[in-house]
């Protein structure tokens, strides 16, 4: 009792008056503390072996170790912070997933060697028809992409482990055309797709779309591109400023109203200003329903008022409205012929970085399964892969 009053003592502010008569005992002290600390330690580990082999209250102890565990976890490189995520269907909800995909560094230059991504995101309902189609285009650049699924959660995907869509799902939920469950599935790819520090680029597809040049060209196009490829514009009539409501004010007023196809490409600034908002998404979700179709309207609006100096206002996917309708056309076996691609090709001018250009989509849709065969034959020739 003595020793521990003494070692308690040394560090209060009277213990000073008491040191010329202590000088002398401390060391002596210190040895018998130190082994009464030896031998209570010893003890412990005894006792604890002896409950653990009498007992049985190995749960107990392992329950403790569950316990201080995140201790030893706590990542310690800067390699385990950067490191994408190695399993894509984690437990987090939409809201624990859009706040940890909001992290955003405020040091612009990266402390590693980052070799810029683009993240392919795929949307659809069940299986992918042109998956071979777009292994070729995909082969040989693993260092460029990344690809990432949502379909409707009753569906599984059988992808062999040699496909770069093996184990590329990620966790979703149901999904219905012209309803904010597709802005909440679009903004669930997005975010899972940013927890990859790599990935600076974000391009949305569906089943049904194609790739219409070769990986290399799309790659420096993207990467090369001043604005990020978001359709948005100023529609009169009953299609574009008629869906508008004037609820949505003071947020979003008439002159902002903004309509464009729901296929983008942004940039990774973009990317994380649509999964951090809260301020349009409550509007668009109660005063923009059908026949206000909001996937059309939601993202070309808010970026259109938050950062429109970084829109091209045009999309990089290729659909033919010509037929008129609620749908675009479908192309299926019959309609695959160099002479439809030539067409599609010859017919672009648009505006590239300020310039003009003749190379303005690199994606297309709408396109039957049973036009694969078709496209897998004309694609080195035409696509150039
Ligand atoms: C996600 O989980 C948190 C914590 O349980 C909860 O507060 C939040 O409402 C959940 N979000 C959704 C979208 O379910
Ligand atoms: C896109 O539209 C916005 C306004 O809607 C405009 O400020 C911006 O300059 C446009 N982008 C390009 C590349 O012209
Ligand atoms: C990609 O296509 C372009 C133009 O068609 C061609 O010049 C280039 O060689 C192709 N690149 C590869 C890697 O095949």
Redesign the pocket.
Known sequence: MQLRGVALEEGKDSVPLVRPYQSRVLPLRVLQFCLLFLFLGLGFSLVSIYMVRYFGIQTVVSASQATFQPCYDVPSTLESWIKPPSNLLHAMNDTELFWRASFLPRIKNYPFRRTPKIAFMFLTKGPLPFAPLWERFFKGHEELYSIYVHSLPSYNADFPSSSVFYKREIPSQVAEWGMMSMCDAERRLLANALLDFSNEWFVLLSESCIPL??F??VYRYISRSRYSFMGSFDEPGPYGRGRYNGNMEPEVKLSQWRKGAQWFEVNRKLAVNIVEDVTYYPKFKEFCRPACYVDEHYFPTMLTIQSPHLLANRTLTWVDWSRGGAHPATFGKADITEEFFKKIFEGETCIYNNQPSSVCFLFARKFAPNALDSLLGIASKIF??
Request: cysteine-free; proline content about 0%.
């Open positions: 040049h070769n290399s060209i150039g892969f």
